[in-house]
């Protein structure tokens, strides 16, 4: 059964991880809370169902991995965005619909598993607008507005985050994104190997 994905979905609304997160479901407690997220606002209530992404927009990340550990394609996408140690992005975006399946090569490029930028092709919305800020960004980084094609280094010095020491040590753990989490509402998302986008913090 395909998984119930409505839209548009709360992407770069918050800081890294929990603005990567997919919202599955509806009803009328899911969808007053994807909406209030959506919007850039914390839900007033939250349901059951979204006990693990409750927990990770709280920075629990070891306790949204635990309640994110269904074998859907949703979850999967969810601990990947966690966590990507171990996992196969391929898996992972085979099991999302189509025009979803670049966000798994955002984080992936986010992340530094790979240098290549994910693709707008047969994407709309939000999904759309998020993986052009990803080129957008890379072009800017690059100093090659509208050519798009590896990120330079070269960063303000207020979106240095998240840097490991090559590419292949970019994993992404629970730990990592915890000490990696913005300590104020106005700071930006952390970034890895001199990416950054301009994730939107809390209002």
């Known amino acids: 059964m395909a998984p119930v994905i409505r839209r548009p ?3 770069a609304t ?5 603005g990567m997160l997919l919202i599955e479901g509806e009803g009328p407690e899911v969808d007053p809370a994807r909406g209030a997220l959506a919007s850039g606002r914390l839900p007033t209530s939250w349901p059951q169902a979204l006990a693990g ?5 709280a920075g629990r990340l070891t306790d949204a991995l635990a309640h994110l550990a269904g074998d859907g394609a949703v979850d999967h996408f969810n601990r990947f965005v966690i966590d990507p140690t171990g996992v ?7 099991g999302l619909p189509h025009d979803l399946a670049p966000l798994v ?3 992936r490029y986010m992340i530094g598993d790979t240098d290549l930028l994910p693709d707008p092709t047969g994407t709309d919305g939000e999904i759309r607008a998020l993986v052009l800020s990803v080129q957008a960004t890379a072009a800017l980084s690059a100093g090659t507005p509208g050519a798009p094609s590896r990120c330079s280094t070269r960063q303000p010095p207020w979106r240095r985050r998240l840097r490991p020491r090559s590419r292949r040590s970019c994993a992404v753990t629970p730990d990592r994104w915890a000490t990696s989490r913005e300590s104020t509402a106005t700071a930006l998302a952390p970034t890895c190997r001199g990416r950054s986008l301009p994730w939107r913090a809390p209002t």
């Open 14 to 18: 918050f800081p890294l991880p929990a």
């Open 9 to 11: 979905q709360p992407l």
């Open 88 to 94: 196969d992005p391929d898996a992972v975006r085979a």
């Open 105 to 107: 090569d955002v984080v």
């Open 53 to 57: 992404i409750e927990a990770a927009y």
